[in-house]
T-cell receptor
C-alpha cells in the first residue's frame, strides 16, 4: 500500500520568510510519480510539479523549489521570500507507474500555509 | 476549452435521497477519477475509469456507483445518501501517458442532513 505523510498540519510565517513543506512517502514500487498541488481559499486544485522516481534532480521555478531524496523517501517543497498569495493548503501526492490508468493519486492530508503580512 | 467541469456546484440532500454528480472534460482524456475531500483527510479516491464503458473501485467506493457511457463524461451516483457522505467531491482527468498530472474540476460541495 502507498502512503503519503505531511506531518505539518499548519504553518504560519510572516511574509518574506522562507518556508519548507515536508512530504514523506511510502511505496513498494520502484517506479512511481510524485506531485505537489496547491489549493487556495477558492477551493480549486492547482498542479505545481511532477517528479518521477528516476529523476532526483532538484527543481527550481521562481520562488518555488523542490528537493527529492529517494534515500529518505522525501519530496520537500520550499517557498522562498513567501508572499500573502502563497497562503493555501498544499498537498503532496503519489501515484504508481501504470500504463493502464490504475494510478489514482494517494494524497497526504495537506499542510495549511498561512502567510501573515 | 473549459477543461474539467462539474455539475452541480452545491447540493443539499436529505438522508436516503439519491443524486448524480456529473463530470465532463473536453480534453479527450482517457482516464477519469472521482475523489472526495474531507476536513483534515486530504483527497481519497472513490472510483476511476480507464476508458469509455469501464470503471473500477478506488480506496473508498462504498455507497457510490459510477458510469462512463461517453468518453467525456463520468457520473458519480449516490443511491441512498448518508450524512457520512457530506463532503466536497472532485473529478479529475488525465491523458493516457504514465505519470501525467491530473486535471481537477472545481468541486461539488454536498451536504447530507
Amino acid at each position: 500500500a502507498q502512503k503519503v505523510t505531511q506531518a505539518q498540519t499548519e504553518i504560519s510565517v510572516v511574509e518574506k520568510e522562507d518556508v519548507t513543506l515536508d512530504c514523506v512517502y511510502e511505496t513498494r514500487d520502484t517506479t512511481y510519480y510524485l506531485f505537489w498541488y496547491k489549493q487556495p481559499p477558492s477551493g480549486e486544485l492547482v498542479f505545481l510539479i511532477r517528479r518521477n522516481s528516476f529523476d532526483e534532480q532538484n527543481e527550481i521555478s521562481g520562488r518555488y523549489s523542490w528537493n527529492f531524496q529517494k534515500s529518505t523517501s522525501s519530496f520537500n517543497f520550499t517557498i522562498t521570500a513567501s508572499q500573502v498569495v502563497d497562503s493555501a493548503v498544499y498537498f503532496c501526492a503519489l501515484s504508481r507507474f501504470s500504463g493502464g490508468g490504475a494510478d489514482g493519486l494517494t494524497f497526504g492530508k495537506g499542510t495549511h500555509l498561512i502567510i501573515q503580512p | 476549452n473549459a477543461g474539467v467541469t462539474q455539475t452541480p456546484k452545491f447540493r443539499v440532500l436529505k438522508t436516503g435521497q439519491s443524486m448524480t454528480l456529473l463530470c465532463a472534460q473536453d480534453m479527450n482524456h482517457e482516464y477519469m477519477y472521482w475523489y472526495r475531500q474531507d476536513p483534515g483527510m486530504g483527497l481519497r479516491l472513490i472510483h476511476y475509469s480507464v476508458g469509455e464503458g469501464t470503471t473500477a473501485k478506488g480506496e473508498v467506493p462504498d455507497g457510490y456507483n459510477v458510469s462512463r457511457l461517453k468518453k467525456q463524461n463520468f457520473l458519480l451516483g449516490l443511491e441512498s445518501a448518508a450524512p457520512s457522505q457530506t463532503s466536497v467531491y472532485f473529478c479529475a482527468s488525465r491523458p493516457d501517458r504514465p505519470g501525467y498530472e491530473q486535471y481537477f474540476g472545481p468541486g461539488t460541495r454536498l451536504t447530507v442532513t
